[in-house]
């Protein structure tokens, strides 16, 4: 499978589970650590949870292995290793606290809106 279905599963899974303010950041140019970062955030743990529960499932039944988590207990910053894409999930405040998007602003945005599902107002 490849890197851009990966993270269109996981970019998703999220949709579905109402994730705020997602984005997917190409940092393979600025970082070793992995090739996409997604990073989405939720007002509640209890919504940050059942976004990465989703996340997980939808993964784990296309063959994708979570190779670590941290973050699960406290449900402020969930981040999930899938290998090429880290998942970052994050509590509404806490998001604004790290500010991952300005610690990582040479990445370039990848594009996700086509798998997002368009609210009508």
Do not use: C
């Not at 984005?23 to 007002?43: G, K, Q, R, W, Y």
């Amino acid at each position: 499978m490849t890197l851009e279905e990966t993270l269109e599963i996981a970019v998703k899974a999220a949709d579905a589970k109402r994730a705020e303010n997602i984005i997917a950041l190409d940092i393979h140019e600025v970082s070793l650590v992995a090739d996409t970062f997604l990073i989405m955030d939720a007002p509640t743990n209890r919504q940050v949870l059942a976004i990465v529960d989703e996340i997980e499932d939808k993964l784990a039944e296309a063959g994708i292995e979570l190779r670590r988590h941290e973050g699960r207990n406290e449900a402020e910053w969930v981040l999930l290793d899938f290998g090429d894409l880290m998942v970052h999930v994050f509590k509404t405040d806490a998001r604004q606290f790290y500010n991952l998007e300005k610690l990582w602003s040479e990445a370039p945005e990848q594009a996700i809106d086509q798998w997002l599902v368009k609210e009508e107002l």
